[in-house]
């Protein structure tokens, strides 16, 4: 480990990337299914909401698992809470639509806050 940032994980909380890692892991999961219904058993109409939820749960999924042992300072921590928060808001919004047929109204507020949290890693990462 580099001694420049041999404290760092203790500012970004061990357990808090931990949750990052675990949640992504499930994202990725549960998206497979998700994909797997889309395909299977949802009607047409249905079909294209549930797979770009399932695109989008899956990709930042593998994204929170793998980075999250990178986020080894506060930026990096919020930028992957950002990514998860949003991804969460985006595809449950979409999922949320068919399953007990809610409106999709928060899917705009989880894409920027993906969005958001892309351009936070990218600074985080220029200032590693």
Do not use: E, K
């Not at 675990?22 to 299914?33: D, E, I, M, N, Q």
């Not at 989008?56 to 990096?76: E, K, N, Y």
């Amino acid at each position: 480990m580099n001694p420049s940032t041999a404290g760092a994980t203790t500012a970004a909380g061990p357990i808090a990337l931990r949750l990052l890692a675990c949640v992504g892991a499930l994202l990725a999961g549960l998206s497979v299914a998700l994909a797997a219904y889309a395909v299977h058993a949802a009607d047409p109409a249905a079909q294209q909401r549930l797979q770009s939820a399932a695109w989008f749960a899956f990709g930042h999924g593998i994204a929170l698992t793998a980075l999250a042992p990178r986020a080894v300072r506060l930026p990096g921590l919020a930028a992957l809470a950002s990514l998860a928060i949003g991804t969460l808001l985006f595809s449950g919004s979409l999922v949320g639509g068919h399953f007990p047929a809610t409106p999709t109204t928060l899917a705009p507020f989880g894409g920027g806050l993906m969005m958001l949290g892309w351009l936070l890693w990218a600074v985080a990462s220029l200032r590693r």
